[in-house]
Protein backbone atom coordinates (compact mmCIF):
# COMPACT_ATOMS: atom_id res chain seq x y z
CA UNK A 1 0.00 0.00 0.00
CA UNK A 2 1.46 3.52 -1.17
CA UNK A 3 0.39 6.20 0.71
CA UNK A 4 0.91 9.85 -1.45
CA UNK A 5 0.85 12.89 0.70
CA UNK A 6 0.88 16.80 -1.68
CA UNK A 7 2.17 19.81 0.00
CA UNK A 8 2.69 23.20 -1.62
CA UNK A 9 -0.36 24.41 -2.62
CA UNK A 10 -1.73 27.62 -2.20
CA UNK A 11 -2.82 31.51 -3.44
CA UNK A 12 -0.36 33.01 -5.71
CA UNK A 13 -1.21 36.14 -8.52
CA UNK A 14 -1.32 35.07 -12.69
CA UNK A 15 1.85 34.94 -13.59
CA UNK A 16 3.34 33.63 -10.71
CA UNK A 17 4.86 29.89 -9.90
CA UNK A 18 4.72 27.42 -7.44
CA UNK A 19 6.37 24.04 -7.28
CA UNK A 20 3.86 20.80 -5.74
CA UNK A 21 5.74 18.22 -4.01
CA UNK A 22 4.02 14.70 -3.53
CA UNK A 23 5.90 12.49 -0.99
CA UNK A 24 5.34 8.93 -1.10
CA UNK A 25 5.65 6.31 1.90
CA UNK A 26 4.85 1.81 2.46
CA UNK A 27 5.84 1.23 -1.18
CA UNK A 28 8.78 0.71 -3.74
CA UNK A 29 8.59 3.91 -5.02
CA UNK A 30 10.93 3.89 -8.17
CA UNK A 31 8.68 0.65 -9.23
CA UNK A 32 5.50 3.24 -10.07
CA UNK A 33 4.98 6.09 -12.65
CA UNK A 34 3.71 9.16 -11.19
CA UNK A 35 1.11 11.45 -12.46
CA UNK A 36 -0.12 14.78 -11.27
CA UNK A 37 -3.89 15.44 -12.06
CA UNK A 38 -6.27 18.32 -11.11
CA UNK A 39 -9.73 18.95 -10.26
CA UNK A 40 -11.35 22.45 -11.07
CA UNK A 41 -14.74 23.20 -8.97
CA UNK A 42 -17.78 21.57 -11.52
CA UNK A 43 -15.12 19.95 -13.73
CA UNK A 44 -14.05 16.45 -14.24
CA UNK A 45 -10.53 15.67 -13.04
CA UNK A 46 -8.08 16.18 -15.87
CA UNK A 47 -5.07 15.01 -17.05
CA UNK A 48 -1.66 17.25 -15.71
CA UNK A 49 1.64 15.61 -15.91
CA UNK A 50 3.35 12.13 -15.76
CA UNK A 51 7.25 10.93 -15.45
CA UNK A 52 8.54 7.57 -15.84
CA UNK A 53 9.57 5.51 -13.03
CA UNK A 54 13.52 6.38 -13.51
CA UNK A 55 12.67 9.92 -14.60
CA UNK A 56 13.68 10.02 -17.82
CA UNK A 57 10.37 10.42 -20.06
CA UNK A 58 7.60 12.53 -19.38
CA UNK A 59 4.27 13.20 -20.97
CA UNK A 60 2.28 16.57 -20.38
CA UNK A 61 -1.31 17.78 -20.85
CA UNK A 62 -1.00 20.70 -23.69
CA UNK A 63 -2.84 23.02 -21.36
CA UNK A 64 0.37 22.99 -19.23
CA UNK A 65 3.02 21.70 -21.56
CA UNK A 66 5.90 24.72 -21.79
CA UNK A 67 4.65 25.97 -18.48
CA UNK A 68 4.98 23.27 -16.07
CA UNK A 69 7.50 20.42 -15.49
CA UNK A 70 7.23 17.01 -13.89
CA UNK A 71 10.28 15.92 -12.33
CA UNK A 72 11.02 13.05 -9.69
CA UNK A 73 13.51 12.15 -6.92
CA UNK A 74 13.50 8.62 -6.10
CA UNK A 75 16.13 8.86 -3.21
CA UNK A 76 13.14 11.20 -1.57
CA UNK A 77 10.53 9.06 -2.85
CA UNK A 78 9.32 12.39 -3.97
CA UNK A 79 7.70 13.79 -6.83
CA UNK A 80 7.17 17.55 -7.73
CA UNK A 81 5.36 19.76 -10.41
CA UNK A 82 6.94 23.27 -10.83
CA UNK A 83 4.22 25.16 -11.91
CA UNK A 84 5.26 28.69 -14.17
CA UNK A 85 3.18 31.62 -15.50
CA UNK A 86 0.08 30.53 -13.66
CA UNK A 87 -3.11 31.44 -15.32
CA UNK A 88 -6.82 31.43 -13.30
CA UNK A 89 -8.11 28.32 -15.12
CA UNK A 90 -4.69 26.81 -13.36
CA UNK A 91 -7.05 26.90 -10.22
CA UNK A 92 -8.12 24.00 -8.87
CA UNK A 93 -7.05 20.85 -6.40
CA UNK A 94 -4.30 18.87 -7.49
CA UNK A 95 -3.51 15.45 -6.73
CA UNK A 96 -0.46 13.07 -7.32
CA UNK A 97 -0.53 9.39 -8.08
CA UNK A 98 1.32 5.99 -8.87
CA UNK A 99 1.01 4.05 -11.64
CA UNK A 100 2.09 0.64 -11.95
CA UNK A 101 1.16 0.70 -15.73
CA UNK A 102 3.68 -1.27 -17.97
CA UNK A 103 3.74 2.28 -19.86
CA UNK A 104 3.95 5.65 -19.73
CA UNK A 105 0.98 8.02 -21.44
CA UNK A 106 -2.02 9.93 -20.19
CA UNK A 107 -4.52 7.36 -20.11
CA UNK A 108 -2.45 4.87 -17.89
CA UNK A 109 -4.26 3.54 -14.88
CA UNK A 110 -3.61 4.58 -11.14
CA UNK A 111 -3.11 2.75 -8.57
CA UNK A 112 -2.85 4.88 -5.99
CA UNK A 113 -4.05 8.57 -5.19
CA UNK A 114 -3.14 11.75 -2.90
CA UNK A 115 -5.94 13.90 -0.81
CA UNK A 116 -4.76 16.82 -3.01
CA UNK A 117 -3.60 20.37 -2.52
CA UNK A 118 -5.18 23.28 -3.44
CA UNK A 119 -3.94 25.43 -5.80
CA UNK A 120 -5.84 29.21 -6.37
CA UNK A 121 -4.47 31.73 -8.83
CA UNK A 122 -5.71 34.88 -9.06
CA UNK A 123 -6.15 37.38 -11.48
Known amino acids: QVQLVESGGGLVQAGGSLRLSCAASGGTFSRYHMGWFRQAPGKEREFVAA????????VYADSVKGRFTISRENARNTVYLQMSTLKPEDTAVYYC????????????????WGQGTQVTVSS
Open 97 to 112: AASSSPWLGMTMEYDY
Open 51 to 58: VSRGGVRT
